[in-house]
């Protein structure tokens, strides 16, 4: 009991996984006792299963297991979270097999029968070293730094795991992904989440500026120094004077200014263009592409050296479509905030024009989530944003092709409708116009949600 007076870590969540139930239990019962929550797994596959879902702060798990074995999980974890530790118990403790697992990245090795004062040190000293990076949704530690990023994702709640951990260091940061996937959003949570939050953060984009000024935008210029320099100009490195710049498409940088924003990062100093004198710089960088950096180096368009200095450590933010439980999310979130810019009372999306939503491509990610659903408010008429607004706001959309599937859905509850409408809401001669029996064509209006009666005209006798 003193380690659950002692300890600041207890509280969180531990998986435990174990193919010996005995074990299992004896390692659930002691990390009870010592005040965390347990998570329990008897397999390799059932806990990466539990992974996803629990988002545990670490991983104990028995290192000899049938089918897949205690490193071979610790591989699959660390491929998807590199700062999830993981301890290993064995009953088969060597030498040998410790040394492999500590130069892989296992965080500690214990023998079965684990003592259980050296398990919980073990435990409180992993929890102490990645203490913040791992926090449950439901905890009450300070979230506002990354309040502008929507998601119920596992990949991108690990994403945002690991950048709370490398925020709290100085190292640079490459983010990897896609347009529109929302780097620079992940950029300023970083910067928010770290010792700079209070100084500026200045975003540029590398490629949407000419070469020629560039350099002046980045580094600064003196009067004179070219045609239209009237004035002195700092430039982004002293602007952000002990925050953090933002680097977005850095692959689109020019090769000669690709040495210079070597040096400056290497010396720590820059010199405005037209100045002979240089100026001591504090800046974090934080650069992004969505270009494949290794095959710019390849094809000699990127430098190597810049590449090891902008890439201290790196993340993959993932594609709209590589997380598609976040599109509801995603959609109401920007629904809400698009009805108030327009001044329109909407309350939502309906079941079928969510999973239009859900099921598309979205070659654009999340911007062209955005604009889509920017659009469907700015054309609705209704309370609730109808399945066909949204299908014509996907077809008029650049990729924004739907599945075959849910397009001959859609043709098929569109043709229902007309048939419908033409025989005054009369099933008989509807299902015959069809050439459907009218057993078979009832299923197909209970599959649609289409009720005849809405469709009669009250002053027709029609039949249905």
Not at 243 to 249: A, C, K, Q, V
Not at 295 to 310: N, S, T, W
Not at 399 to 408: D, K, L, N, W
Request: aromatic share 6%; charged share 20%; net charge neutral.
């Amino acid at each position: 009991m003193s380690v659950m007076a002692l300890s600041p870590v207890t509280g969180r969540k531990i998986l435990a996984v174990d193919d010996d139930p005995d074990i299992l239990k004896l390692l659930e019962m002691r990390l009870v006792a010592a005040g965390y929550q347990v998570v329990t797994a008897a397999n390799g596959e059932e806990a990466l299963a539990h992974i996803g879902v629990s988002r545990p702060a670490l991983v104990i798990s028995d290192l000899r297991m049938p089918r897949m074995d205690g490193l071979a999980l610790f591989d699959a974890i660390h491929q998807a979270d590199p700062a999830l530790p993981v301890i290993l118990l064995t009953a088969h403790g060597s030498i040998p097999e410790a040394v492999d697992a500590t130069r892989r990245g296992v965080f500690g090795f214990l023998t079965k029968p684990f003592d259980s004062k050296s398990l919980l040190q073990q435990v409180e000293a992993a929890l102490r070293l990645t203490a913040g990076a791992h926090v449950a949704a439901d905890s009450t530690e300070d979230q506002s730094w990354r309040e502008a990023i929507i998601t119920r994702s596992p990949h991108m709640e690990n994403l945002l795991s690991q950048a709370k951990l490398m925020a709290m260091s100085d190292a640079s940061v490459f983010i990897q992904g896609d347009s529109g996937t929302g780097k620079e959003l992940l950029a300023r949570a970083i910067h928010k989440a770290s010792p700079r939050s209070r100084r500026p953060f200045v975003a540029i984009n590398c490629g949407a500026i000419p070469e020629a000024l560039l350099e002046s935008e980045l580094f600064g210029h003196t009067k004179g120094a070219f045609t239209g320099a009237v004035r002195d100009n700092k430039g982004l490195f002293q602007s952000a004077e002990g925050g953090t710049i933002f680097l977005d498409e850095i692959g689109d940088m020019p090769m000669p200014l690709q040495v210079k924003l070597l040096r400056a990062l290497q010396e720590r100093v820059i010199r405005p263009v037209g100045s002979n004198t240089s100026i001591a710089v504090d800046v974090r960088i934080i650069s992004a592409t969505h270009k494949n950096l290794a095959e710019e180096m390849k094809a000699g368009r990127f430098r190597e050296d810049l590449y090891y200095r902008i890439n201290v450590v790196s993340l993959d933010i993932p594609s709209l479509a590589g997380r598609r439980e976040d599109i509801p999310l995603l959609a109401n979130n920007f629904l809400n905030a698009l009805s108030t810019k327009y001044g329109k009372n909407l309350n939502g999306f309906s079941p079928d024009a969510m999973e239009l939503l859900i099921a598309a491509p979205w070659p654009g990610n999340v911007r062209q989530l955005q604009n889509i659903v920017e659009q469907t408010v700015v054309l609705s008429t209704t309370p609730l944003v109808s399945t066909s607004l949204v299908q014509k706001a996907l077809q008029d959309d650049i990729g924004g092709i739907v599945p075959f599937e849910i397009a001959r859905k859609n043709f098929e509850r569109d043709y229902l409708i007309k048939l419908l409408k033409a025989t005054n809401g009369g099933v008989t001669q509807a299902a015959r116009l069809a050439q459907r029996n009218r057993t078979e064509f009832y299923k197909l209006l209970q599959r649609h949600q289409l009720t005849p009666a809405l469709f009669k005209d009250d002053t027709s006798g029609q039949a249905a």
